[in-house]
């Protein structure tokens, strides 16, 4: 059977296994994911230019959410829809409905899904617990999976593996960005011009704020592999902190954040307008 006609008959499996319920699930969590580097990255940028905002990542936002009006519900929300998101990466890495294969590269993107719904996992709970009033939303979920892992056999292997894989992935997202291939993940021809271009600008500049910030956070956890000090791996909120200590970091701060913002935009239209190639 030729590589062709197996991709076709891995796709047509996906579409008889995975119900499509979970594609909608998907979309929500995309719009999801969205609505949480929006509010980061407003958060940030007001904090970087002194306008009363807080230099914060998920944890940090999410209280800052709990504390308006309506802010846990909305936490409830934001949670639940992670939870999609969660799905979705798990779908992809282990039911491989993109048919991204087995080989050397198809498994490295996929274990990288995986590594993306363990991180969210973490981010998920973080919203949910806020909003319960059951958690201080303080924990760094990085650190916890670095701690896990350094306890494992070859767990400073497995930390710098992981390190890499990150790395990778941050560098894979900002050449997307850079050459605006990421528009082929879009349903064009349900698109108009104007939401054809808010997706390419945001997506272009969304991606390559998040790709500059985990590789950042991948090189933290290669750090903590040759030190073994779990302390060294930073999140979000470190890889922001660090921006700031540099010459200019106000400015590389708020350049980021206004990336962030429009990297929220851009996954809300992937929640919108995103090619899944099986259900309704």
């Known amino acids: 059977m ?8 891995s796709s047509e499996k996906a579409k008889e296994e995975i119900k499509p319920w979970i594609r909608r699930i998907g979309r929500f969590g995309y719009m999801s994911k969205g609505v949480v580097y929006a509010l980061v990255g407003i958060l ?14 998920t944890s940090g936002m999410f209280r800052t959410v ?20 969660i799905m979705w990466s798990f779908i992809k890495a282990i039911k491989d409905p993109h048919n991204k294969g087995k080989d050397a590269k198809g498994i490295v993107t996929r274990i990288g899904y995986a590594v993306s719904g363990l991180i969210y996992t973490g981010l ?3 919203a949910i617990q806020i909003a319960m009033h059951s958690g201080s939303g303080g924990g760094n979920t990085n650190q916890t999976i670095s701690a896990m892992l350094l306890g494992q056999p070859f767990g400073r292997f497995l930390v710098g593996a992981l390190g890499l894989i990150v790395i990778g992935y941050g560098i894979k997202e900002f050449y997307q960005g850079f050459t605006e291939n990421f528009m082929s993940k879009f349903q064009t021809s349900e698109m108009d011009q104007h939401e054809r271009k808010i997706a390419r600008n945001a997506g272009k500049m969304g991606l390559m704020a998040r790709g500059i910030v985990l590789g950042m956070i991948g090189f933290f ?18 890889a922001l902190s660090e921006l700031a200590r540099q010459p200019y970091g106000s400015y590389l701060l708020g350049a980021v954040a206004l ?19 099986f259900g309704k």
Request: aromatic content about 14%.
């Open 44 to 57: 940030t940028f007001m904090a970087a230019i002194g306008v009363g905002g807080k230099m914060t990542g």
């Open 259 to 277: 990336g962030f913002i429009l990297y929220g935009i851009y996954q809300m239209a992937r929640g919108r307008y995103q090619h899944m190639s």
């Open 2 to 9: 030729s590589a062709t006609m197996q991709a076709k008959a």
């Open 66 to 85: 709990a504390s308006v009006p309506f802010g846990e519900f909305l936490l409830w929300v934001i949670g639940i829809g992670v939870i999609g998101y």
């Open 124 to 126: 998920a709970v973080n």
């Open 221 to 238: 956890f290669t750090l903590t592999a040759w030190t073994a000090d779990p302390s060294e791996t930073k999140g979000l909120d470190g």
